[in-house]
């Protein structure tokens, strides 16, 4: 039986030090670690590479059952892709092991509070961008598109291609300026 250890951080200032330790001492032989969001699997090329190395009879071994998945459908596919392996999971901070009932429906259920997590944190942050545009604080992102130039450019003769370049923007962009514009003046001449 062979322990893999699987760490992973948010964000590039955070550090996996510390579940790195916690996963030597619980005697993984492999570790890998990672800094990538958990509200996808998408890119998490580490995990990725445990998953297809793991063998029947090796332990996944994680320090908590977040730095996995943070949605739960994310969770039980890869809860599911370690079983079909043969494989168990189990984590260091908390009680679960795959190879038990009882460590099933705790898995289970630290699953749908992660996502629950999740998803309160991104309430928050929209109550949070709401509240500052009310007072006026938040303006969003500014437009990387300017329509007048796109039209400007446009009205000189030159095609969607070169001023997409020259902007420096995606070609589907300008069409969509052109088109708006082109609705717009339509719509302004049926008014009249």
Known sequence: MTKIGYARVSTTDQDCSLQ????????????????????????REELDTVLSFIRPGDVLV??????????????????????????????????????SAAGKAFLQMLGVFAEFETNLRRERQMEGIESAKARGVYQGRPAKIDGEEIKRLKAQGVGASEIAKRLKIARASVYRVLADATTSASEQGVAQ
């Open 62 to 99: 994680v320090t908590k059952i977040d730095r996995l998945a943070r949605s739960l459908s994310d969770l039980l596919k890869i809860v599911e892709a370690v079983r079909e392996k043969g494989a168990a999971l189990q984590a260091t901070d908390q009680p679960v092991d795959t190879a």
């Open 20 to 43: 790195e330790e916690a996963l030597r001492r619980a005697g993984c032989d492999v570790i890998r670690s990672e800094k990538r969001s958990g509200t996808s699997t998408r890119g």
